[in-house]
């Protein structure tokens, strides 16, 4: 049973880099055939993927935040992390990291993913 954990901070100032990092326990996220996702849920808005890695370490972003976001891995930690530069207000969202076993780049519905973290609040304001 593949488990992950989000941590980071809460608070992030405007035009500051948000930075989360996701624990995975119950798999290797270089061994396990599983792609690594970052996806977010503003207040009262629906999923949306932002980008995910591969076992690989293929990186995949969503276009419209591309040029903000980096995804990388430190594999001795089982670790991956989400960095979100230049952050405003309206990446205000609760952050999930979610495993799946293809690439899927629409976050529509939760049960498209096969493993969940249970989510993170970030908070964009100064």
């Known amino acids: 049973q593949v488990q992950l954990q989000e941590s980071g901070p809460g608070l992030v100032r405007p035009s500051q880099t948000l930075s989360l990092t996701c624990t995975v326990s119950?798999?290797?996220?270089?061994?396990?055939?599983?792609?690594w996702n970052w996806i977010r849920q503003p207040p009262g808005k629906g999923l949306e993927w932002m980008g995910a890695?591969?076992?690989?370490?293929?990186?995949y972003y969503r276009p419209s935040l591309k040029s903000r976001t980096s995804i990388s891995r430190d594999t001795s930690k089982n670790q991956f992390t989400l960095q979100l530069s230049s952050v405003t207000p309206e990446d205000t969202a609760l952050y999930y990291c979610?495993?799946?076993?293809?690439?899927?780049?629409?976050?529509?519905?939760?049960?498209?993913?096969?493993?969940w973290g249970q989510g993170t609040q970030v908070t964009v304001s100064s």
């Open positions: 119950g798999g290797s996220i270089k061994t396990s055939y599983y792609y």
């Open positions: 890695i591969g076992s690989s370490g293929s990186t």
């Open positions: 979610a495993a799946s076993k293809t690439l899927i780049l629409a976050a529509t519905n939760k049960k498209l993913y096969d493993y």
